[in-house]
């Protein structure tokens, strides 16, 4: 079955240290990977994205993410974190190019604590 | 390229009545999508249009919803006869179809229906 798990669903930690989120999926197709970012009571933004090539990819507001294929997992991090990066944070797959839609987790909510 | 809009933003309404929201794609955005987040879960997918055409529907998407996107632009999603279970936030999608961002789904701010 194809499935997306956040393992993490809150994440407290201090501004300016480093912070990951870690994401794994199920999958015997090929995969692409997303974070997005939720603020309260907005949309979802893209934070950044996997695709194909190098494995790390880096995103807006300072964000990286690392896909590991043996792993099956698609972690974020950030060096050093703001108060302004709590939020909640989902990873999202795409099973396949053929498939159109997401699959989300359940999402992390992380928050910043000064 | 203002980004996704829907509307209304709220909707509270009671049950057995029905609702339709409304959903803007970016321009020239010839995909849309629809998604259900209830509180504290990620967005499940709720249905898919390539232009007109509704290509994919989930089995969440039961016979008391409907969506259309009669000319190939804004979409509206109906809910028929409100049930509690239906409160939630819609979200709406877009993404272009050939460019290097067509794997990318831009949302839109959501509208968070609330059954009573």
């Known amino acids: 079955a194809q499935s997306v798990t956040q393992l993490d669903s809150q994440v407290p930690v201090f501004e300016e240290a480093p912070v990951e989120l870690r994401c794994n999926y199920s999958?015997?197709?090929?995969?692409?990977l997303f974070w997005y970012v939720q603020y309260p009571n907005q949309g979802l933004q893209l934070l950044l994205k996997?695709?194909?090539?190098?494995?790390l990819v880096k995103g807006i507001n300072g964000f990286e993410a690392e896909f590991n294929k043996s792993q099956t997992s698609f972690h974020l991090r950030k060096p050093s974190v703001h108060i302004s990066d709590t939020a909640e944070y989902f990873c999202?797959?795409?099973?396949?190019?053929?498939?159109?839609?997401?699959?989300f987790g359940q999402g992390t909510r992380l928050t910043i604590n000064p | 390229d203002t980004g996704v809009s829907q509307d209304p933003r709220h909707k509270i309404t009671k049950r057995g009545q029905n609702v339709t929201f409304r959903c803007d794609p970016i321009?020239?955005?010839?995909?849309l999508y629809w998604y259900r987040q209830t509180l504290g879960q990620g967005p499940e997918f709720l249905t898919y249009?390539?232009?007109?055409?509704?290509?994919?529907k989930s089995r969440l998407l039961s016979d008391r919803f409907s969506a259309e996107r009669p000319k190939g632009s804004f979409s509206t999603l109906e809910i028929q006869r409100t049930e509690q279970g239906d409160s939630a936030m819609y979200l709406c999608?877009?993404?272009?179809?050939?460019?290097?961002?067509?794997?990318?789904?831009?949302f839109g701010p959501g509208t968070r229906l609330t059954v009573t």
């Open positions: 999608a877009s993404s272009p179809g050939a460019s290097g961002r067509r794997y990318e789904q831009y």
């Open positions: 999958s015997s197709v090929s995969v692409y």
């Open positions: 996997y695709l194909s090539g190098s494995t």
């Open positions: 999202a797959v795409r099973f396949s190019q053929g498939a159109q839609k997401l699959v």
């Open positions: 321009s020239e955005h010839n995909r």
């Open positions: 249009f390539q232009n007109e055409a509704q290509l994919e």
